[in-house]
C-alpha cells in the first residue's frame, strides 16, 4: 500500500492512498474459496458451484469490501504513526475519480482523501485577572437550616388550638348545595399544610379555629398549584370510574386532626446522629452548617468563574479553523442535516464548541491531566446521591447503582466529561489571578440563572433553527 501526504496549507491536506494488488489478492482469492465451498446452487453439488461462477456472483462486493477494509486500515495506521493531528474525519477528495472494481484486471485502486489539520495556536488569557464572587451568608440562613434539622429530628405532636403555618391539618369534608350538605354529595378526608393553603380568608379562619371547628373551602382552589384533575385524584381520591363526575367546588370540613413537628432536643444525642459524634456543641453544628452552606455557592461561584475563563480564553486564543473542510465534514457525517443547517449554525454552534475543544485538550495535555475508572465511578456516585435529594439510599444500593450506569455508554461519556471539566477547572484555578469580590449570596444566584438562561437560550436558538 502506497500513501501519499500532500499539505495544502496550515489547515488542510490531501491522502492519496494507493491500494496494490498484493494488498487484497490472497484475501479475495480466499474469500471466493470459502464462499465456493458454501454455495449451493441448482445444478451442483453444494461446494462444486464453478470458481467462475461464484466469482461472478460475488466478485465485485467481496473485492469492494476487502480493499475498503485495507484502506481503512492503512489509512487510519498512517495517520497514527505520522502523528499527524486533524480534525473529524478524512472525507472522499472531491477530485476522486468513480472506481470500478473488477476481478479480472489485477490492478490498483487509488483513492484521494480531503483531510482538515488540527491548528497551531497558543492559549491565551490565562495571564488575566478574573472576579471570584465570595458569597455572603447571613446568620439568618444558618438558623433557618438549623431549624430544619431540628424538625426533621422532631416528633409529631397533636395540637387543638393555636394553629399554625407548619402544622399538618386534616378535615372530614362534606360537599355543599345552596349552603347546606348536598345529598348523595361527596365525602372525602382532606389533609394540608396551613402554609400551602391558598385562600388567605380560609387560611386566616384555619389560624383562628380550633379543633372541632368547621370552616367552608373551595376544594380546587384549597392549596397552590393545584390542578383539578390533582384535585379529584389525590384529594378527593376519586376512583377512575368517578374522575369525571360533576361536582360543586364548596366542601366544609371539620377539623379532626392537627399535627405539629416539635423541634428536637438540642442535646448530644440529637448532635451526634446530624453532624457526627466529633461535633459536640451547637455553636460547632451551626459552623458545619454555615460551612455546608458556604460550600454551595462556592460552587455556584466556580460555575460563573469557569465560564468567564473559558468565554475569555476563546475570545483571547487566535484559533482559525478549516472551515470548508469542516462544513464538508459535516454535511458528509449527517446525511439528515442540510447544508443550510449547516452554514447558519456552524459560527455560533460547531465552530465554537470546537474551538473550545481544541482549547481544553491543548490544558489538559499541558496540565497532564488523566481520567481514572475511578473518577467516573465517583462521578456516577455523586449524581445517584444528587438524584436521592437527601434521602439514604444505603451504600448497596448506591454501589450497585453505579455498577449499573458503569454498563451505559453514554453516562459513562457524560460522567467523563464532568470529571475531566472539574479537574481542569482544579488545574487552572491554582494558577490564576483572582480578585475576591462579596457578593450577597441572592444575587450571585441571579448571576448564575442569568447564565442558565443564556445557556438555555443558546440551545432554544439552535433547536429553533432546525
Known amino acids: 500500500m502506497n500513501v501519499d501526504f500532500n499539505k495544502i496549507d496550515d489547515l488542510n491536506a490531501q491522502i492519496k492512498v494507493s491500494v496494490e494488488v498484493e494488498d487484497y489478492a490472497e484475501k479475495l482469492a480466499s474469500e471466493l474459496k470459502t464462499y465456493q465451498k458454501k454455495s449451493s446452487m441448482k445444478g451442483f453439488r453444494k461446494g462444486k458451484t464453478p ?23 492503512g489509512l487510519s495506521n498512517y495517520l497514527k504513526e505520522e502523528k499527524i493531528e486533524f480534525l473529524g474525519q478524512p472525507i472522499p477528495s472531491e477530485d476522486q475519480a468513480l472506481i470500478q472494481f473488477d476481478t479480472k484486471s489485477n490492478k490498483a485502486y487509488e483513492f484521494i482523501f480531503d ?14 485577572s478574573y472576579t471570584y464572587y465570595d458569597a455572603i451568608i447571613p446568620d439568618e440562613d444558618v438558623e433557618t437550616e438549623w431549624e430544619r434539622y431540628r424538625k426533621q429530628k422532631g416528633e409529631r405532636v397533636d395540637v387543638e388550638e393555636g394553629f399554625e403555618d407548619n402544622d399538618y391539618l386534616t378535615f372530614n369534608a362534606k360537599e355543599l348545595e345552596d349552603g347546606v350538605e348536598k345529598p348523595n354529595g361527596l365525602e372525602a378526608t382532606v389533609s394540608v399544610l396551613v402554609s400551602l393553603i391558598d385562600d388567605q380568608e380560609v387560611k386566616d379562619k384555619v389560624l383562628a379555629a380550633k379543633k372541632g371547628d368547621k370552616i367552608q373551602f373551595n376544594v380546587l382552589t384549597l392549596e397552590k398549584d393545584r390542578t383539578e384533575e390533582y384535585v379529584r385524584k389525590y384529594i378527593l381520591k376519586l376512583d377512575d370510574e368517578e374522575m369525571d363526575r360533576e361536582f360543586n367546588p364548596t366542601f366544609e370540613g371539620e377539623i379532626v386532626e392537627a399535627k405539629r413537628v416539635e423541634l428536637a432536643e438540642v442535646n448530644q444525642e440529637f448532635l451526634t446522629s446530624v453532624f457526627g459524634e466529633e461535633v459536640e456543641t451547637e455553636e460547632a453544628a451551626k459552623e458545619v452548617i454555615a ?20 468565554t475569555k480564553l476563546m475570545e483571547s486564543s487566535d484559533i482559525t ?110 494558577d490564576l489571578t483572582l480578585e475576591s469580590e462579596a457578593i450577597a449570596q441572592d444575587d450571585l444566584m441571579e448571576k448564575i440563572q442569568g447564565l442558565r438562561a443564556e445557556q438555555q437560550g443558546s440551545a432554544v436558538d439552535s433547536t429553533e433553527e432546525e
Do not use: C, H
Request: aromatic share 10%; proline share 2%; charged share 30%.
Open 321 to 430: 479553523l478549516p472551515d470548508e473542510f469542516l462544513k464538508r465534514w459535516l454535511a458528509v457525517s449527517n446525511e439528515t442535516v442540510s447544508k443550510e443547517q449547516i452554514e447558519s449554525e456552524y459560527d455560533s454552534y460547531f465552530a465554537d464548541n470546537l474551538r473550545w475543544t481544541l482549547i481544553r485538550n491543548k490544558l489538559v495535555k499541558a496540565k497532564e491531566i488523566e481520567i481514572l475508572p475511578e473518577d467516573i465511578q465517583n462521578e456516577l456516585r455523586r449524581r445517584v446521591i444528587q438524584y436521592a435529594g437527601g434521602y439514604n439510599l444505603g451504600e448497596e444500593f448506591i454501589e450497585q447503582t453505579v455498577q449499573r450506569l458503569m454498563q451505559d455508554q453514554k453516562q459513562v461519556e457524560e460522567a467523563y466529561e464532568e470529571s475531566l471539566a472539574a479537574k481542569l477547572f482544579d488545574a487552572l484555578k491554582v
Open 291 to 310: 460551612k455546608e452552606i458556604k460550600t454551595y455557592y462556592d460552587s455556584q461561584a466556580d460555575a460563573i468563574l469557569f465560564r468567564n475563563v473559558q
Open 115 to 128: 483531510l482538515g489539520l488540527t491548528p497551531e495556536f497558543e492559549v491565551a488569557g490565562l495571564e488575566d
Open 51 to 73: 470458481k467462475s461462477m461464484v466469482e461472478k456472483m460475488y466478485g465485485k462486493s467481496l473485492l469492494a469490501d476487502i480493499v475498503n477494509q485495507e484502506l481503512q486500515e
